[in-house]
């Protein structure tokens, strides 16, 4: 068996991990889920123990771990998670080998494996935008995610896009998330076959629809359908001409659960795009590549990173100095 | 007189020179006209003439010469500006001296002046928001203005704020700038008096009010002055909101003629924007500490910069290279 590093993509649901070569290959990949309502410490051991099993599973030893996580984060802590509800956990409670272990941010790295394995190779400044049950971005600048003044970058999910809409869950007005998340996509639908069928009664479907299932009948011409998801694609638009007109990427990548709509999503999104943005070109939309590894992926770029001899810092003076 | 560079920001109306230390100490300073109306060639012409000037000036000669000017550009090429009407003029044909001459992008290189000398001192990730007669933000991210992919950076003025609002003059809707910059809250004010005296007949001003006028009279209570302020306040307070969703900055630096009403707009932009973001706290709001030197120092610490030993390139690898 080749060289290989433990990765680990820690979600609010489950948890997905392999054993990762150097150049990218799955040698093993396993899921399990995330005790999340038995509190954070029964989240650690799972952890632990999930770490443990993929490195017995390989032929040898890994030579690294790397584990990516919700919420901000640095190199060795998990500093916070609303849903996961840790807070400072060192990188070494997650760690049960005598290996570096690497921690990272999930959206983050998704999106510097999407840079270096995945749509977005060789490209120095994209947005990965993940839109599954939430939406966030990873914000891909001078090569490198960015993670901002205190690792709370990237949170397109809460921008304003529709300042006198609907309240988010998050507490502020007009959320993105709100109006283009899969999880809201299906939500509202749902609320406006409730509306409608208060004027004219009609039984509410046994199951729930899904955004999937709202995709489908706004191609048939149900009109709630249409009306809700074409809110969903001018609230993604109305994000991303801020996005470029802000950032000036390159491209933007869509991953999570939502960009498996595949062109039925980035064809309308790319074409209302460029009509936004009257003056300037929009960015290219591309689709991920790496789709539900992307995190696990990420997890191992920055496992082969903690075995690296260390780079020059990146903040070189680039000025002369103030007396 | 100690060692200096010449420094010059040039904008659509005038161009404000100087001799400058390294230590950022103004040593001399002029302002002259941009004959814009004659043509990008008579600009170009003016600039080499005050460059020579400047130079002569000093009590020896200049070691360096920084220039910065309005739209994308690189450090040796002007590539574009609509307002002025040139594509790509090189470095060279605005220097008549024998010493290097570096350019740069004027809002940017004044948020590289305020990190180094200014509001923003130490500050390793902030905005500059310059709001004039239109507006446009400087990103400082990890110690360094960003230019995006293509030199397109910071175009908040044209972020969309309100997305079914009024058509801004560069062709889209419910740009930041249309309802924020002091032009056009000197305008909005002026349209909504024409509208007022459409139904109760009263004489138009004599002079049409600037932005502070509006200032003043929505202090005063006048209900006009008042609507357009707060719409002006909320367009700003949307933008900032979702530049700190974004890119998570430690603060915001106010500059450009607006930023002249002190607290008058910072206080209430201050607490509007933290009663937006529910759920994180606010990036502190500073005023430029520069003022209208905040280009023309850009421009020196530029100069300078081209006088300093080349540091290591900014892209060093971060992760494992790619088979």
Tied chains: 1, 2.
Excluded at 172 to 186: D, K, M, N, P, R
Excluded at 229 to 236: H, M, P, R, T
Excluded at 313 to 321: A, E, K, M, N, R
Aim: aromatic share 4%; net charge negative.
């Amino acid at each position: 068996m080749t060289t290989h590093v433990v990765a680990l993509d820690v979600g609010g649901t489950s948890m997905k991990g392999g054993l990762v070569t150097a150049g990218g290959d799955i040698l093993l990949t396993d899921r399990r889920p995330t005790p999340r309502t038995e509190g954070p410490g029964k989240v650690i051991a799972t952890i632990r123990e999930f770490i443990a099993d993929l490195a017995g599973a390989g032929e040898t030893p890994p030579t690294a771990v790397g584990v990516v996580v919700p919420g901000p984060v640095s190199d060795n802590t998990a500093v916070y998670s609303s849903n996961i509800g840790w807070r400072d956990v060192p990188a070494s409670d997650f760690n049960p080998l005598d290996v570096p272990i690497r921690l990272g941010h999930d959206v983050r790295s998704a999106g510097l494996a999407e840079s270096v394995l995945g749509a977005a190779r060789h490209q120095q400044d994209f947005l990965f935008l993940s839109i599954g049950t939430g939406i966030a971005g990873a914000m891909i600048l001078n090569n490198t995610p960015y993670p901002g003044a205190t690792g709370w970058s990237g949170e397109i999910g809460h921008i304003p896009v529709f300042p006198t809409g609907e309240q988010c869950a998050c507490g502020q007005t007009g959320c993105l998330e709100t109006y283009a998340s899969a999880a809201s996509i299906a939500r509202r639908y749902t609320e406006s076959l409730t509306r409608a069928s208060s004027i004219t009664p009609t039984p509410a479907p046994a199951t729930p629809p899904t955004a999937e299932d709202v995709i489908t009948r706004a191609e048939r011409g149900d009109p709630q359908a249409t009306e809700v998801w074409n809110e969903a694609l001018e609230a993604l638009t109305l994000a991303l001409a801020t996005y470029t007109l802000l950032l000036d990427p390159t491209s933007i990548v869509l991953g999570g659960g939502l960009s498996q709509a595949g062109p039925t999503l980035s064809t309308p999104v790319a074409e209302r795009l460029q009509r936004k943005l009257t003056w300037r070109t929009a960015p290219q939309i591309h689709h991920t590549l790496l789709g539900t590894n992307a995190g696990m992926l990420g997890a191992a770029l920055l496992a082969w990173k903690s075995t690296q001899p260390p780079t020059p810092p990146l903040d070189v003076p680039t000025h002369p100095p103030v007396p």
